[in-house]
């Protein structure tokens, strides 16, 4: 690259005063490295004399600088994702691509679903028929832990004969008869 070309090049990448340790000559040397060995970001800050906490200093500041940087990102996963689609009846090789696009491409590739419900976007209908069903469920699960409960107590105490209600005394759990 010749010097008008980083000139220009600096320009577009731009730099934040009172940085020295990282100017905008070092960033497109860094921008030169990702491109060759991106997603490696601990080599390409060895490439240009840089700490990691520098270049994330720099990329959180920096809003063209982190712009460069998700445009190398695209274009990696987009080569990644192009080998993949070529690669697909190829069983060798498949889990690294597979784990790299579930990183960089969730929306995609990532198996995990979130639901979300969004209450202040449903009408007035819709919010009480999905609260009767939630309240159903509830209703059900409290049913069943009571039916459970009195199955339990109609089992034989300790191992005896006849019913828990008959080992606890003809009245029930508190020793009183029922007239």
């Not at 590739?109 to 209450?119: L, M």
């Not at 005896?160 to 008869?177: H, L, N, P, V």
Request: charged share 35%; net charge positive; aromatic share 8%.
């Amino acid at each position: 690259m010749d010097q008008p070309e980083r000139e220009e090049k600096r320009a577009v990448v731009g730099s934040a005063t009172g940085w020295s340790l990282f100017d905008a000559e070092k960033k497109l040397l860094f921008l030169e490295a990702a491109r060759r060995f991106y997603p490696n970001i601990s080599r390409c800050c060895q490439e240009v004399g840089i700490c990691w906490q520098t270049f994330s200093n720099h990329r959180k500041q920096d809003k063209i600088f982190a712009a460069q940087l998700a445009e190398i990102d695209r274009e990696v996963t987009d080569r990644i994702e192009g080998v993949m689609a070529e690669e697909a009846v190829n069983p060798k090789s498949f889990l690294d691509r597979m784990a790299y696009l579930r990183a960089h491409r969730p929306e995609l590739y990532d198996r995990a679903k979130v639901v979300k419900i969004e209450g202040y976007k449903m009408d007035g209908a819709e919010k009480a028929r999905r609260l009767g069903a939630v309240d159903a469920a509830i209703d059900a699960e409290i049913v069943k832990t009571y039916t459970t409960r009195q199955e339990r107590r109609r089992l034989p105490a300790g191992g005896g004969e006849g019913t828990g209600q008959a080992a606890q005394g003809e009245g029930g759990t508190d020793g009183k008869s029922k007239t």
